[in-house]
């Protein structure tokens, strides 16, 4: 099955409204129509409106960052809900980042809880799975990851897969410069195909696996080139209109 690519641009805490604005017209002069690859924007939530307003008639999609853990609405002070990203015109929600994991301690069960949240709202999460440097080096990895995306199994079911997006980040190579090698990337990517194609070979098929991790204009191509790889979840190159280009043109 080919699988379309996506090229995602997690822009976490960073730019101004102004920039932001710069940087979204930059990207529409860039992207065509392309039926190969989704380029997807993921702003901060105070720039979501105003970003979904200046892709309007572009072929870019927007998706948010993290969502809460909760459905419906409530009295959960300063948590945004699934509904209204997708009121916003989300399509697409990050989970499971490795720094909403280690900075604010969040579980696989509540990682899990967020996307089944997502996807009862009607977004597809972008479940991010990945391990850390030490658990590299015990050779901990396979077993890392598989812990990560069991736990989301477990509480959604395979079939959940058939609506959703995994990004392998490995943790030591997030902001560092420190690419995982297309190969090093491909063993984990592979890794996460079989675990689902075990329960349900047609979603594990069609399921698009990014990879995330110091991705740049210059690696871009020979990580798409790898079997497994459908795209990546680009942090700091997609704050940069030409390079974050370069990346989407490596996926077309
Ligand atoms: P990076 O971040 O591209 O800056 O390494 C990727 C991510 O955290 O999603």
Known sequence: MTRKRLIAGNWKMHGS????????????????????????????????????????????????????????????T??????????????????????????????????????????QAGLIPVLCVGETLEQREAGHTQATVQRQVAAVIDAAGVAAFGKAVIAYEPVWAIGTGRTATPEQAEEVHALIRA???????????????????????????????????????????SLVATEFLEIFRAGI
């Open 17 to 76: 409204f102004a920039e932001s604005r710069q940087l979204v017209a930059a990207l529409r002069d860039g992207v065509g129509a392309e039926d190969r690859a989704l380029m997807l924007l993921c702003p901060p939530y105070v720039y979501l409106n105003a970003v979904r307003d200046w892709l309007q008639g572009s072929n870019i999609a927007l998706g948010a960052q993290d969502l809460s853990d909760r459905s419906g609405t409530g009295a959960f």
């Open 78 to 119: 300063g948590e945004v809900s699934g509904a209204m990203l997708r009121d916003l015109g989300c399509t697409h929600v990050i989970v499971g980042h490795s720094e909403r994991r280690a900075l604010y301690d969040e579980s696989d069960a509540v990682v899990a809880s967020k996307f089944k949240a997502a996807q």
């Open 195 to 237: 675990m689902i194609a075990e329960r349900d070979a047609t979603i594990a098929s069609g399921l698009p696996i990014l990879y995330g991790g110091s991705v740049k204009g210059a690696n871009a191509r020979s990580l798409f080139a790898m079997k497994d790889i459908d795209g990546g979840l680009v942090g700091g190159a």
